[in-house]
């Protein structure tokens, strides 16, 4: 499942990193590329050891943690270290996979890639993220503060700016549900559940609902 969430980013949040961007100090993205994506990957990256980067990320994990639609699509077990990264007029990221495994003391499989988007897109031409699905490729070029989420199984890329700056975070979560199948199915499972509970209370529907939904996640997580 491919998931757009809006407003993960609260406005203050937003103009709290653009103002903490201003002046910092990025580095060469390939530095944390994989072997084979290192070839394809033209952008910059905020260097990560740095003050702004561990403010940053502390407002983005924030964001994640009270957003409930992540939660309860992603349901996520370990949150990699979020990237800020910036394109400028003539950087792309082509066609790539991400790496299974991340991290060098502990490793974390990566189920989920996330995209922040930081830049309003009136700002930057070109800059999509594009996605090769089944259906051919998707393009996605979000509002600042919006974010997208997609099984990182799927091939994909950035698309070349060709003017302004795209400012964006990403990110990779091993989530508690392994299979993006099984994934998809609890959270559809939870969103009638919830809907439910709000129509009706807590009916015997209900009960069996639940059940069914801690069962399936009983037999379907990897904890
Ligand atoms: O910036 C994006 O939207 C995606 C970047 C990406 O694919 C990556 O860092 O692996
Ligand atoms: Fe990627």
């Known amino acids: 499942m491919i998931l757009c969430i809006d407003n993960v980013l609260t406005s203050g949040d937003l103009k709290q990193i653009q103002l903490s961007l201003e002046g910092a100090e990025f580095v060469d993205g390939k530095l944390t590329a994989g072997a084979y994506a290192k070839t394809v990957k033209e952008n910059c990256q905020l260097k990560g050891d740095s003050n702004v980067a561990k403010e940053i990320r ?114 990779w979560v091993q989530s508690v549900v392994r299979d993006a199948h099984e994934r998809e199915m609890l959270f559809e499972l939870d969103t009638v559940r919830r809907a439910i509970f709000e129509q009706y209370n807590k009916t015997v529907e209900f009960d069996l609902l639940c059940k069914l939904h801690a069962n399936l996640l009983r037999k379907w997580a990897d904890v």
Do not use: C, W
């Open 58 to 171: 502390a407002i983005i994990n924030l964001a994640l943690k009270r957003n409930s639609l992540f939660q309860a699509a992603v349901r996520p077990k370990i949150i990699r270290p979020p990237l800020i990264s910036r394109y400028e007029a003539g950087m792309f990221y082509g066609s790539h996979t991400d790496n299974a495994l991340m991290g060098d003391d502990v490793l974390t499989r990566s189920d989920v890639s996330l995209t922040l988007f930081l830049s309003n897109p009136d700002t930057y031409s070109g800059g999509e993220l594009v996605i090769d699905t089944s259906l051919g490729e998707q393009f996605f070029k979000l509002a600042a503060g919006s974010m997208i989420v997609y099984p990182s199984t799927f091939l994909h890329r950035v698309a070349e700016v060709t003017e302004g700056v795209r400012l964006a975070a990403v990110t």
